[in-house]
């Protein structure tokens, strides 16, 4: 069973400081990956997907995808207090449903 | 663009009756769209992907007579709760998988549906 896991948290960050949030997936054949994020009571809403190994980045955020540790992480730079919501990784391999993670809970603390 | 709207955003309504929900992609084209239930502070978990023209693809544990999922066309999909109970009562999420090499998922503002 192809499984996703994220660190439930909370993960607590001082505004301005870096936010590291990380997902480990199980399928190897894996080729696309994704990180939602979810405000309380809101549908989930794309940041950022990658497909190739090595640094994304757009804005203040930027993944990292490293397919031979099955590893994938989400670095938010200059964390603001809006940032503070639950953060979801998804890996998609082949035609399938997107796999998602249970999600991260990220507070910025101002 | 990558816009997908449902309707409606919230809705109540009595024991034993049914609810339909519109999940519309707006500005693309969407083949293939899932439908989600949420509940609190739990994650999501997808019940059925549905493809233009076709019947739906339900998860294990998902009543495909109880959750009916219609996708009529290229920028629709409807999913109609038939004799909803408290237990129904949910955060029902869509998404539509947006074509043209992105292979990405974006998601509806979903519907809270509570059931009395």
């Known amino acids: 069973q192809k499984e996703v896991e994220q660190n439930s948290g909370p993960l607590s960050v001082p505004e301005g400081a870096i936010a590291s949030l990380n997902c480990t997936y199980s399928?190897?054949?894996?080729?696309?990956f994704f990180w939602y994020r979810q405000y309380s009571g809101k549908s989930p809403e794309l940041i950022m997907f990658?497909?190739?190994?090595g640094d994304k980045e757009d804005g203040r955020f930027t993944a990292q995808l490293n397919k031979a540790s099955q590893y994938v992480s989400l670095l938010i730079r200059d964390s603001q207090p809006s940032d503070s919501a639950t953060y979801l990784c998804?890996?998609?391999?082949?035609?399938?449903?997107?796999?998602f993670g249970k999600g991260t809970r990220l507070s910025v603390i101002a | 663009g990558a816009v997908v709207s449902q309707h409606p955003s919230w809705v109540i309504c009595k024991s034993g009756t049914s609810v339909k929900i519109e999940c519309r992609s707006l500005d693309f084209q969407a083949t293939t769209m899932f439908w989600y239930r949420q509940f609190p502070k739990q994650s999501l978990m997808l019940m059925a992907t549905s493809n233009e023209g076709s019947k739906a693809t339900y998860e294990q544990g998902v009543e495909k007579d109880k959750f009916l999922i219609n996708h009529a066309s290229l920028t629709l999909s409807t999913l109609t709760v038939t004799s909803a109970h408290p237990e129904d009562s949910s955060f029902y999420i869509c998404?539509?998988?947006?074509?043209?090499?992105?292979?990405?998922?974006?998601f509806g503002p979903g519907t809270r549906l509570t059931v009395l």
């Open positions: 990658i497909y190739s190994n």
């Open positions: 998404s539509a998988d947006r074509l043209a090499g992105t292979d990405t998922q974006y």
């Open positions: 998804a890996v998609k391999t082949g035609n399938t449903p997107l796999v």
């Open positions: 399928d190897r054949g894996s080729q696309s």
